[in-house]
């Protein structure tokens, strides 16, 4: 063997050896997380047949950890955010849904007291109407998540909770998908709060996330009315702000009645929402002084609960309003 073949042969079996040792340790840890997991659901009353149908050779996923560890900066403005989730395909199957389902809405409203126009912008935004829910088997995200995370305790509990509603018979472990994070169905529902809030509407008995449109739905509607949601109040609007107003003094967490905002100068829109003057409203400004400007209502924080952003609270109630106009 020449000296430099020789000299490029001799780093390849310790190397191997390394990253051979790391895979099994690595593997090893996966196994005492799932013996752990294994041992708590069992304690908390899940079936041993559950149990091995779920995490008996599972092994973690990489796609989930490289997106967990992935870090995007937020860079979008409100009017690129707003152009991507309010656009005229998003639009139109909306309309149509709408359409199809408004009987159903009606029935939904009735018995949770929640409008059809927010079910729709959720609906619409979490997975555009249903057509994407996710990918990733929930099970196998959530044991990824809760053995490499740095919120393993969370994790691990949504896992525990995943299981239970597969013991409860409302999905098998290979039908229980959704995103890398573990939010399932139409709605994106954690599995903690399937337990809590997901409804059969359907009369099925079990909520029916994932195929199902009227427990989807119904369910969006009981977190909603569960969050504090009042019939018939809108959720906010559109404002110009006149030249008498100070923009950049305003406090985008201090409410007061929608009277004062307009004697300061806040000019409402030609098709604005029947609303009292005493109503508290907050004025929002998503992409700053200059840019558009929002009048929100106590609604709106029920929309928020959903998902703590500005961006998607107000993505959700203008495109549960024009889909529904």
């Known amino acids: 063997m020449r000296r430099r073949t020789l000299i490029r042969s001799i780093p390849a079996g310790p190397v191997a050896l390394l990253v051979g040792t790391a895979s099994a340790q690595a593997a090893a840890s996966f196994q005492a997380f799932l013996a752990q997991v294994d041992r708590d659901a069992a304690a908390h009353g899940v079936s041993y047949a559950t149990r091995r149908a779920a995490l008996y050779g599972l092994g973690p996923n990489q796609d989930v950890i490289r997106l967990d560890n992935r870090q995007p900066e937020f860079t979008q403005t409100w009017a690129q955010y707003s152009a991507s989730r309010l656009s005229a395909p998003r639009i139109a199957t909306g309309r149509q ?140 609007e559109a404002v110009l702000l006149g030249s008498g107003v100070d923009a950049a003094a305003i406090d985008p967490d201090e409410a007061q009645p929608l009277s004062q905002w307009i004697r300061m100068g806040v000019r409402r829109m030609a098709n604005h929402p029947a609303v009292a003057y005493s109503m508290p409203a907050r004025l929002i400004q998503p992409d700053g002084v200059g840019g558009a400007a929002f009048l929100v209502y106590p609604n709106y924080r029920a929309i928020r609960r959903y998902n703590p952003s500005d961006f998607y609270a107000l993505s959700v109630g203008l495109l549960g309003d024009i889909v529904t106009a």
């Open 97 to 236: 849904d709408f359409a199809a389902d408004r009987n159903l809405l009606a029935a939904i409203r009735t018995e949770f007291g929640v409008d059809p126009g927010v079910i729709m912008g959720i609906w619409g935004l979490e997975t555009n109407y249903g057509s994407y829910t996710g990918g990733f088997s929930v099970v196998q995200a959530l044991a990824t998540l809760g053995w490499s995370s740095h919120r393993p305790g969370y994790f691990k509990s949504e896992l525990i909770s995943a299981l239970h509603i597969i013991d409860s018979g409302a999905v098998t472990p290979d039908a229980m998908t959704g995103s890398y994070a573990g939010a399932m169905g139409q709605p994106q529902f954690m599995p903690s709060v399937y337990l809590k809030l997901a409804v059969s509407f359907s009369g099925n008995g079990r909520p029916n996330i994932w195929t199902s449109v009227p427990d989807s739905l119904a369910s969006i509607a009981n977190y909603l009315s569960k969050s504090g949601w009042r019939a018939g109040q809108p959720w906010g």
